[in-house]
């Protein structure tokens, strides 16, 4: 009876016990880390994961850019409620990482209201947060730009590079000591795996057994991150691929010699003499079986190659030098501008962890001469200018920066995403195309442009000169930070430090565009017959003083009209006027029609003549003014503009409808939509429309 009641007892005890293991394993296996709502997903490494949102994502400081396909900028909880996979109490979604797209439209969903952006080099889409077939997801999240706790010496490391250890392949490197080998005489039992190499292995000898055996190695201290087969950076293949070798080279002596000497042992087993002197030299060799070809126990640690500098974190940015190679550079200046890049790579401590750079030479033709993923580090970057060849030609340097923006910092040329774009042209003299164009295109685009002009044209350049001031025009506006006039090739050392701390300022980094200088702005004006002559000067002054305030030029802001009553006339077309001054005039010179009222195809008509028309990456702006209510339907080409990227105010006067203003106004209709009881009373949203553009301007990202 006793026995059967312990038998029991051992069963339940069995029985509990497995199931609580079960439970913790199961546990584990579906553990997902949870993530806060300002959390943006390209802070986070891991292409694909699932992670649990928190309740109260909905607010509307969490920024969503997009809809259905994510900027990477965007809240990944906020974006997941925008899309409807989860509400505002939070749950698990599925994220995974697409490619940047050429534009992202803004549209309300789910309490949420997403934003348009023009461009974006990253993407993600959201789904359900349940697990692929086959797919392991990760149980914690790898992050971007976070500092971790100091490291021994005071170094501190990134986040993104503290991940798994990964050892070179077929290496194991024990980090700890192992414990003490224990040697007998009476048999010879060899335990070696060849693949662990231990700092230092003491002995112990006694007289029954001999046995010679490595401890388990521990996890590697210094983590690195990816360093596999098919997961080593193109910059160490070829140094990873050495050490291998090296390291099997390692591990094959050690076990010839492991076991040239154990057999030696064995051999003499029976001749206490000679027995006596293995014992003693394995004692005083700290066994010499696994030192044999080094000098130190130190060197049991392979070493697979030199620390290599992972870069200056506090300058992270994706760099491509845009250098002369004209005929008219000559061979010793083109020489001078090859030693100053050597100086700037230097000077930028390039590395995976901070800045990247890559060349192109322009002539008559721009080529690349290597990428960002080309080199990581300095020495071998420097030792790749010293081999660039000058190609000649003229000066294109237009043309070499279309190259640039539709090339070069793509991701298959190890454009990182998240770190800024930043493109540094050197010219000699003068360019011998035009470059305005090609720079706003690439300023549009988020590439931050320098200029680095050296000397002035000479006497022939000047005969072939296409754009007087033509740094004025392809720079930032910004009071010459993003030029640097050097006066002679002979000096261009000097502005070595000065240009590295202007590049690797991110807070600068912002291109030239403000919220006053990067619109395409429409107004579509009420002119129907109730409006009265009178009226429509108070509306035609409230346009130009709005218009005013914004930095006028081809390629700053523009201005277009559209009046309209049953009909519609297009007053004058963005591309009419270049200064502010003759933008001005021409609203004060615009007749009154006097008509019906039909606001839903003046919408259609807008679009069509101004908008469609628009520059690429112009943020299109509709200020529609009217004093009543429409006779046809609104809610339609309003919807359809708001598809098409147009960021719609609605201003109502007097009889206007207020269901119709905020139709057609972008969401949230109370910082787009107003009204008020009288024409004079205009003036008074000046300051809030133009508030109200700045603020959805800054709160956009800048590459």
């Known amino acids: 009876m006793k026995v059967n009641a312990v038998v029991f007892a051992l069963l339940l005890t069995c029985t509990l016990a497995a199931k609580e293991v079960a439970k913790r394993n199961k546990k584990s296996k579906l553990y997902v880390p949870q993530i806060e709502c300002d959390i943006k997903a390209a802070k986070i490494i891991n292409p694909e994961f699932i992670a649990k949102c928190p309740s109260g994502c909905q607010d509307t400081k969490y920024r969503v850019y997009g809809t259905d396909i994510y900027a990477s900028f965007s809240s990944v909880c906020s974006a997941a409620i ?42 993600f889409i959201v ?27 005071g170094t501190s490391l990134r986040r993104e590079y503290l991940t798994t250890a990964a050892p070179l392949p077929g290496t194991k490197i024990a980090t700890s000591l192992p414990k003490p080998t224990v040697m007998t005489t009476e048999s010879v039992s060899t335990a070696l795996k060849p693949t662990a190499l231990p700092t230092t292995i003491p002995t112990t000898v006694t007289t029954k057994a001999m046995t010679v055996a ?15 087969s098919s997961h080593v950076h193109p910059a160490y293949s ?8 090296q390291v099997q080279a390692v591990q094959g002596r050690t076990q010839n010699q492991a076991f040239r000497s154990t057999s030696s042992y064995a051999s003499s087993r029976n001749n206490p003499r000679a027995n006596a002197a293995l ?18 126990k130190e060197d049991l640690v392979p070493k697979p190659f030199e620390p290599v500098s992972q870069g200056n974190p506090n300058c992270k940015v994706d760099l491509s030098f845009l250098i002369d190679g004209s005929w008219s550079i000559g061979k010793r200046r083109f020489q001078i501008q090859k030693q100053f890049l050597k100086d700037v790579a230097q000077a930028l401590d390039v590395g995976v962890a901070g800045p990247l750079m890559g060349i192109i030479q322009y002539g008559d033709d721009p080529s690349t001469e290597f990428n960002l993923k080309s080199y990581s580090n300095a020495k071998d970057l420097k030792n790749a200018i010293e081999k660039i060849l000058q190609k000649g030609g003229l000066s294109n340097v237009g043309r070499a920066l279309s190259f640039v923006n539709k090339n070069f910092f793509d991701d298959s040329n190890g454009n ?10 050197m010219v000699d003299g003068w360019p011998t195309d035009k470059v305005e164009e090609a720079s706003r295109l690439a300023r549009e685009s988020g590439i931050n442009i320098f200029f680095v002009t050296i000397e002035g044209p000479d006497e022939n350049e000047k005969l072939n000169v296409i754009e007087p001031n033509f740094v004025d025009k392809a720079v930032c506006r910004t009071n010459g930070y993003y030029s640097i006039n050097v006066p002679s090739w002979f000096t261009l050392h000097k502005i070595v430090q000065p240009l590295v701390k202007r590049v690797c300022d991110s807070d600068r980094l912002v291109c030239s565009k403000t919220c006053l200088n990067s619109a395409d702005i429409g107004f579509v004006i009420d002119g129907s017959s109730s409006v009265g002559t009178g009226n429509f000067r108070t509306v035609l002054q409230f346009a130009a003083n709005i218009s005013k305030e914004f930095e006028i030029s081809d390629t700053d802001t523009r201005i277009g009209v559209v009046q309209y009553t049953y009909e519609q ?88 409808a207020q269901d ?8 949230p209709d109370r910082q787009h939509s107003f009204f008020v009881d009288e024409f004079d009373s205009l003036y008074r949203f000046v300051p809030r429309i133009i508030q109200n553009i700045c603020t959805e301007f800054n709160s956009q990202p800048r590459n």
Do not use: C
Request: net charge positive.
């Open 82 to 123: 925008h899309s409807g996979i989860i509400d505002k109490s939070g749950g698990k979604i599925l994220v995974q990482k697409v490619a940047g797209q050429s534009g992202y439209k803004g549209s309300y969903a789910n309490g949420i209201q997403s934003l348009s952006l023009p461009r974006w080099r990253e993407s």
């Open 127 to 153: 789904s359900e947060g349940k697990p692929k077939k086959d797919v392991q997801y990760p149980s914690t999240l790898e992050y971007l730009s976070v500092r971790s706790p100091s490291v021994k010496g």
């Open 214 to 228: 490595t401890a388990k190695p521990q996890q590697a201290i210094h983590k690195v991150r990816d360093i596999g």
């Open 238 to 245: 070829s140094v990873a691929a050495v050490a291998s070798r």
């Open 279 to 296: 014992e003693t030299d394995l004692w005083k060799s700290g066994s010499s079986l696994f030192e044999t070809d080094f000098s130190s």
């Open 416 to 425: 990182r995403g998240s770190a800024p774009n930043v493109a540094i042209v």
């Open 569 to 656: 006339r297009l007053e004058f077309s963005f591309d009419k006027y270049h200064t502010k001054q003759d933008v001005l005039n021409a609203i004060k010179r615009i007749n009154y029609w006097s008509g019906g009222t039909s606001t839903g195809a003046a919408i259609n008509y807008a679009f069509e003549q101004l908008f469609s028309k628009s520059k690429p990456n112009k943020r299109k702006i509709m200020i529609l003014i009217t004093d009543g209510r429409s006779y046809d339907d609104v809610r339609g080409p309003a919807t359809a503009a708001h598809h098409n990227g147009v960021i719609a105010y609605s201003i109502g006067i007097a009889w206007a």
């Open 660 to 667: 119709e203003l905020e139709a057609i106004a972008t969401d």
